[in-house]
């Protein structure tokens, strides 16, 4: 089976360079070329646009950083559709809205080409150790042709559903690491500002009905005080408005969100953007009378 | 003056009347000419196209839904761009985003038109009673220009600064407005969880430091249970996609807006979207309660 890869950012290069050690023949390519040029070190092909990588794959992944970016290089002029041979499955591992996914798969399945979401969770460190969980949403038959190759890059692989299905998961996951974040670092002020060590606090709740992953890890950070991302604020930013647009478009109350989405607006307007979401802890202390 | 007018619906049908009655020569376009009928028997002309209707004007006033419609009007095929001499206007009093007005004001500069984003507060009757609050963005030369067709239309015209700008404080407005209407709301199911009468409640605060606009017209609603719309809640819904949305571009935290967004969410959720906004009371008073 041959592999292309669109899109080789800070994600999608650990990703793509996983694929080439899973033994398969892939062909890359990047809005700029010296993006590239690591891929096309370590054995791939580089290619003249998305249909030409799609011109000579069975399979093609994208990450990019937008639903106008994904649309742009599914069906945009020399995008994937323009070069797809019968039975292409294109899978789309950006985080976008889930309306905006079905959208796309729905132009692709106009032209014969299957298109999957399958967004990820893990950060780069995950890309990097080929350990990302990975959501997909779209036909099962895609899903299980596809599957060897989304195991190169992950551990967790798992079809949820339907097409937009991968994304509804990735949100579910964005509110739920979104909300823990601001939770943890509210605790961790509250014990502080009441004179508690917040650290002995971590420690005490581990082992009850409070602990998390994220409890355990990025509390581990904001007693280190270490705001080096991990995860950018403003990427959670991003995560957090698709959330709350699908709630807009489906009718949905979803105060925790909403109000979580408030603190990373706060923080990529205080100039905390490009920090670690944990920031939030620092926003919360300012806020207490730091 | 030359007046072309599109979007004859509760506000602007009465508006397109006051420009006639003011002995503007008015034309009008409508998607569905059906919906024109009235405003042509009032001595309007009806074209058909939106360039027809640029072409024959020297100001072409819309008030239409979303941002998207706005853009139809403009740029789309035999959109209002086409038919503009140089030196025409567009006048949109729609309420749409920021940026989508910033990108308009744009593509018509390209072609010597000039625009000013419109957007107006006052509600249906300050359209027929043309006592309408328009807050303009755009040219100052732009806004001379038509001074006086808004002398027709409403009492204040405020110039709040470049394009976009006069969005950006319609988006203001229908923050503090919601925002008031939903503590209006919160403050009567208080009242209500006590047994009080609503409408003795209203009539005490209305007098103090809490009394408010809204207290009175959407306060005086909920007391009298007339959810019935009034201004359709669906429409205040989109407002707030527009103004989170500028929030999060900007990083501006918005915590009270954004639960008010959400009270929006659940009254859209249980098919309140055509009652009036007021009915932001019934999602606190009966959540679990279908209200169409």
Known sequence: ?290 | MRVGFVGLGLMGLPMAGHLIAAGHEVAVWARRPASAAAIVEAGAALCATPAELAARSEVVISIITTSVDVEQLALGPGGLIEGFAPGGIHVDMSTIAPGTARQLAARYAERGVGWLDAPVSGGEIGAREATLAIMAGGAATVLERVRPLFACLGRTVVHVGEAGAGQVAKACNQMLMVNVIQACAEALRLAGAHGLDAGKVVEALAGGSAGSRVLDVMGGRMARRDFIAGIQARLHHKDFAILMEEARQVGAPLPVAVHTWQQLNALMGLGGGRLDTSSLLRVLESPLEKLS
């Open chain 1, 1 to 290: 089976m041959k592999v292309g890869f669109v899109g080789l950012g800070i994600m999608g290069r650990p990703m793509a360079l996983n694929i080439l050690k899973g033994g398969y023949d892939l062909t890359v390519w990047a809005r700029r070329a010296e993006s590239m040029a690591p891929l096309l070190a370590a054995g791939a092909k580089g290619a003249g646009s998305p249909a030409e990588v799609a011109a000579s794959c069975d399979v093609v992944c994208s990450m990019v950083s937008d639903a106008a970016d994904v649309e742009q290089v599914a069906l945009g002029a020399s995008g994937v559709a323009d070069g797809a041979k019968t039975g292409l499955v294109f899978v789309d591992m950006s985080t976008i809205a889930p309306a905006a996914a079905q959208k796309i798969a729905a132009g692709l399945a106009e032209r014969g080409v299957t298109m999957l979401d399958a967004p990820v969770s893990g950060g780069e460190v995950g890309a990097i150790n080929a350990g990302l969980t990975i959501m997909v949403g779209g036909d099962a038959e895609a899903f299980e042709k596809v599957r060897p190759v989304l195991g190169c890059m992950g551990k967790s692989v798992t079809l949820i559903g339907g097409p937009g299905a991968g994304q509804v998961t990735k949100a579910c996951n964005q509110i739920l690491t979104g909300v823990t974040v601001v939770a943890v670092a509210e605790a961790f002020n509250f014990a502080r500002k009441s004179g508690v060590d917040a650290a002995k606090v971590r420690e005490a709740l581990l082992g009850g009905f409070a602990y998390s992953k994220i409890l355990e890890n990025h509390g581990q950070r904001m007693l280190d005080r270490n705001f080096k991302p991990g995860f950018k604020a403003w990427m959670h930013q991003k995560d957090m408005n698709i959330v709350l647009q699908e709630a807009h478009r489906l009718g949905l109350m979803l105060p925790n969100s909403a109000a979580t989405a408030q603190v990373f607006n706060a923080l990529a307007g205080s100039g905390m953007g490009e920090e670690d979401s944990i920031a939030a802890l620092k926003l919360f202390e300012k806020l207490s009378g730091d």
